[in-house]
C-alpha cells in the first residue's frame, strides 16, 4: 500500500535535505520505504527510516530547527 503525504514533511538525511512525498507499506518483515525529493535538485530517492530525520511536525511536538 502506499500512502500519499497531503502536506510534505520537511527532512535531513546524511546527503542534505528534502520533503516526504509518499510511504510504500513494505510488508510484514521488510522496512517502509519513503520518497524524499531533495531540496538542491528535485531528486527523488528512496529511503528506510533509519536514513532520515524530521525536521519539523506541529502535530508531534518535532522542532528540529537546526538547518
Known amino acids: 500500500m502506499i ?13 542534505g535535505y528534502g520533503y516526504l ?7 510484514t518483515y ?3 520505504i519513503f520518497a524524499v525529493v531533495f ?9 528506510r ?5 524530521v525536521i519539523r511536525n ?3 511536538d518535532i522542532q528540529n530547527e537546526d538547518k
Not at 497531503?6 to 527532512?11: F, Y
Not at 531540496?39 to 529511503?47: S, T, W, Y
Open 30 to 32: 521488510c522496512n517502509d
Open 39 to 47: 531540496e538542491k535538485d528535485g531528486v527523488i530517492r528512496h529511503l
Open 58 to 60: 506541529d502535530t508531534f
Open 21 to 27: 512525498l509518499y510511504v510504500r507499506d513494505g510488508g
Open 3 to 15: 500512502y500519499e503525504f497531503r502536506n510534505p514533511i520537511p527532512v535531513k538525511t546524511d546527503i
Open 49 to 53: 527510516t533509519d536514513q532520515f530525520a
